[in-house]
Each structure stands twice: as structure tokens, then as C-alpha cells.
């Protein structure tokens, strides 16, 4: 996939489908409005790519602790490192720490 | 030319209908981090602030009133303190209040009722109304609407999270600060513990020694040098924990530099139990946060050993970083510094800067 390049400021993103290399999932993310598209490898924290990228979001301990990069997943599923912060009820409501999360889906969608 | 007025009502304007707390859990900090970009000389660039603020985080809705509180019956109002599903019923108590009574009658009143759970939602009850205090003394005697409700706002954040924090109901110690730093116990220590959760307090209360240390701070002859000496104090434990994240630890320099704005409005009976709040809320910051470490408490640096920023540059630095946490700190670092000149006051907000990441500038950029 190209970089995380915003591709429409509202609705549904309708980006070219690229080819997502083995290993990866597709990620769909929506940063405050803008969208993007990007190939997110299985072993990289998703604050870790979009700070490779050059997305910017809120963040601050990067340990799973502050909350401050929570955001929403909406389709598909990740895997959080290590979550010092979310209860069950926020989990249940879809939320989820940038700086923990990998992938666990060949599709996701996220919400900043 | 923007007043501090206008920038401040402009914020109330822009992010007064956002929730208490931020997901997951944390206080919001725009009309703090409003009212402090204010103070520290830069009211043209509130507005721009505050909408991105209210864009980059999560805010969990503002619950409407559905039980009313009676604040004339002591068993309404202390049931329902430290109930934070009934937020919203405490939005209204103080909005009541402010509209019928003059707010620093409010103030009289609630104080000696809230004062004994400032560590509760890291200080923030605290903190929140003292900025919305400072910002209704500049309207002198006409604040705005937003203003009083900004003022509810605190008041009501602080009786929601409210916990009664561990400690004695009075100082009687001979020990002073820094040293008795040293000696606060902390809780078993892996990673940190949290004041989110009610049972940190219970653990302190439980914990052998803990009481014991607290009450042994000396009864503070005069309380403005000896809230110098905690915000010294624990910009010095700050700066002895450059590993940590910071964020929680610096509420023990902002808390105490609050309280000595608030001080001026507070009727003088309640100076000295307010002082030994303060005092009890930032052990338990220390006992969360700071794991036990020997060089806590450090001299004063020699003359020339360190080098500083000039107060203005920091500040200008402080607001251009843009992080709320890192203005807040820079601020009261700042005043507290222009009363006790050490050079820790700006050495500890210029690592912060340093430290903290700087907020996304948000869509469009």
C-alpha cells in the first residue's frame, strides 16, 4: 500500500485496493477525519507505524498506561501488548491503546 | 488584540460542552490548559489550542442530573460524594449554588467538605477549579456564565471522584521537607500503581508505617514557604525519576502550586487544613508513582553548575510544545520559581519539554 497518505476527509474510504504483502494486515484508520490506507505488519504496534509514516496522533507513555493514544477498533481485531489502563467495559466498547496494539486480522478498521 | 478574557470565554465557547473525563478515564484538560496558555502571555493562541484539543480527544458525554442532591442534608450530599455516576447531579448542585450565592461563599462552603479527597482523579478537583477561579478573579465582579458553569465544572469533577485520602487529621511532626520525602513509604512497586483505583488509598491506610510518616511533617509556621517547600520537594523527585512517565508525578508540584493560588480566596481557617491536604495528597502521588530511590532528595545545584532557559523562553517553549501537561508544570513552575529562586523550577519543566510528545497538530496539517 502507498503511505499513509489521507485519501477523503469523511465517510467511507474508497482507496484503490493494493496488493497487502503476506504477513500484513489491510488497515483502514480514520485520524480525527482524514483517511487513511496502509499495510500494517503483524509485529509492529500501530503507534509504531504511523509515527514511521509520519501520521501524527495523540500519545504519551508509550507503556500502555496513560491512555492518551486510545482509540476505537471497528472491524477486525488486535492484540494489546500490554494494557495497564482499559477495563472490561472499555474493551467491550471497542477500545484500544495504539502504542500496544498489533493486528490479529487481515482487516481492520480504526477510529482516532 | 485578544484579551485573556475573550480567549478564555472563547475556549468556554468551544469545548464547554465536553464530558468530564477523556477516554479512558483521565480528566480533561482544555479549559486548564486554556486558562494557563493565557496566563503565560499568549491569549491569541487559545482558540486554535482549544480546537484541536477538543478534535485529538476522546471525550466520554456529560451525564445529565437525574438525582437530585440536597446540599442542605448531609446525608444527600455525603452519599452521593465520591459517586461519580452522579456527576451530572453534582454539575447542578454547583450550578445552583453559583447562580444564587456569590462563588466565593460556594467556595467557603464546599472547601472543608472537599478538601480531604484532593488527591482523588489525580488532583484534578483541585486543579480544575483553580484555574477557574483565576480566571473569574480577573472578571472581577462580572464573570461570565461559562465561567461560573466552568467553576461548577471543578467543583463537581472533585465531589464526583472524591475518596477520602489516608493520613492524620492534624501535623504534630517535627521532621521538614525535603528530608521526610525520603521516608514515605511507597506501594509494592512493579510498574506503577494507580489512583483511578479506590483500593491504592485503602493500601496506604493498611500500609505499616504509611500513616505514621505522613503525620510526621512539622505544623507549617507560615504556609506559603512551606507549599515552597513541596513543589521544591517534588520537582526535585521529579527530576530524580527521568525514567519514569512523567505525567503523574508532576500533579505533586501543580497541586500544591494551585493550592497557593486558592489560598487568597479561602477564608484563613482553612489555610493550615489545607495545607496538610495538599501534603497528603502529593505522599500518596509519591507512594503511586515513585518507586524508592537514594537520591530523591538532592542539594540545591552549585551556582553556574547547571544552565537554564530565561523564564520567558520558557514559557514561549512550554506553549509552542503545546502539551497540556507541559504548560501546567512550566506555569507553576514559573511562579513558584519567582518566589524561591532555585533553579530546579526551570530546570524540571525544560526536561519535561524534553520529555513529554508534543500533541498532533490535527486535521488539515
Redesign the interface.
Not at chain 2, 359 to 363: I, L, R, T, V, Y
Given at each position: 500500500l502507498s503511505a499513509g497518505v489521507p485519501v477523503r476527509s469523511t465517510g467511507e474510504s474508497a482507496v484503490d485496493a493494493e496488493a497487502v504483502a503476506a504477513g500484513e494486515t489491510r488497515l483502514e484508520l480514520d485520524i480525527y477525519g482524514e483517511m487513511h490506507e496502509l499495510a500494517w505488519p503483524r509485529d509492529m504496534a500501530l503507534l509504531d507505524l504511523l509515527q514511521q509514516r509520519g501520521i501524527e496522533v495523540a500519545y504519551s507513555c508509550r507503556e500502555g498506561t496513560c491512555g492518551t493514544c486510545i482509540c476505537s477498533i471497528e472491524r477486525g481485531k488486535v492484540r494489546m501488548r500490554q494494557n495497564k489502563v482499559l477495563g472490561p467495559g472499555d474493551l467491550a466498547a471497542g477500545y484500544v491503546l495504539a502504542c500496544q496494539s498489533v493486528p490479529d486480522a487481515d482487516d481492520c478498521r480504526i477510529v482516532f | 488584540m485578544t484579551t485573556g478574557l475573550d480567549a478564555m470565554n472563547d475556549a468556554l465557547e468551544i469545548c464547554s460542552d465536553l464530558g468530564f473525563d477523556?477516554?479512558?478515564?483521565?480528566a480533561t484538560h482544555w479549559a486548564m490548559g486554556a486558562e494557563t496558555i493565557i496566563r503565560l502571555g499568549y491569549p491569541e493562541l487559545v482558540h486554535d489550542w482549544a480546537t484541536r484539543y477538543r478534535?485529538?480527544?476522546?471525550h466520554f458525554p456529560r451525564p445529565a442530573s437525574e438525582r437530585p442532591i440536597d446540599p442542605a442534608d448531609d446525608a444527600s450530599w455525603m452519599g452521593a460524594r465520591g459517586d461519580f455516576s452522579r456527576v451530572g447531579d453534582w454539575q447542578a448542585v454547583f450550578d445552583r449554588a453559583l447562580a444564587e450565592q456569590p462563588w466565593r461563599e460556594v467556595l467557603a462552603t464546599w472547601w472543608p467538605r472537599l478538601i480531604s479527597g484532593m488527591a482523588a482523579g489525580l488532583t484534578h478537583g483541585l486543579i480544575r477549579t483553580t484555574h477557574a477561579v483565576r480566571s473569574i478573579a480577573v472578571a472581577g465582579d462580572t464573570p461570565s456564565a461559562l465561567q461560573l458553569h466552568e467553576l461548577a465544572t471543578g467543583l463537581a469533577y472533585w465531589a464526583g471522584k472524591y475518596v477520602e485520602q489516608p493520613g492524620p487529621a492534624s501535623l504534630a511532626g517535627d521532621d521538614h521537607l525535603p528530608d521526610l520525602i525520603a521516608d514515605i513509604p511507597r506501594l509494592e512497586w512493579e510498574?506503577?500503581a494507580?489512583l483511578r483505583d479506590k483500593g491504592s488509598f485503602q493500601r496506604m491506610r493498611e500500609m505499616p508505617g504509611w500513616p505514621a510518616a505522613i503525620s510526621r511533617l512539622a505544623k507549617p509556621e507560615d504556609i506559603s514557604s512551606a507549599l515552597s517547600d513541596l513543589t521544591l520537594s517534588f520537582v526535585q523527585v521529579n527530576l530524580a525519576h527521568p525514567d519514569q512517565?512523567p505525567?503523574p508525578l508532576i500533579h505533586g508540584v501543580t497541586a500544591p502550586a494551585a493550592l497557593r493560588l486558592m489560598l487568597q480566596y479561602l477564608p484563613e481557617h482553612l489555610h493550615t487544613a489545607s495545607f496538610l491536604a495538599v501534603w497528603q495528597a502529593d505522599a500518596a502521588l509519591l507512594s503511586c508513582f515513585a518507586p524508592p530511590r537514594a537520591s530523591e532528595i538532592a542539594a540545591r545545584p552549585a551556582a553556574g553548575e547547571v544552565e537554564t532557559l530565561e523564564p520567558a523562553e520558557l514559557a514561549a517553549r512550554a506553549v509552542e510544545h503545546g502539551?497540556e501537561h507541559a504548560i501546567k508544570l512550566t506555569e507553576a513552575c514559573l511562579r513558584e520559581y519567582a518566589l524561591r529562586p532555585d533553579e530546579r523550577y526551570l530546570l524540571l519543566p525544560e526536561r519535561m519539554l524534553a520529555k513529554?510528545?508534543r500533541?498532533?497538530?490535527?486535521?488539515g496539517?
Open positions: - | 477523556m477516554a479512558p478515564g483521565f478534535v485529538i480527544h476522546k510498574g506503577g494507580s512517565f505525567v502539551d513529554i510528545p500533541p498532533p497538530k490535527g486535521p496539517h
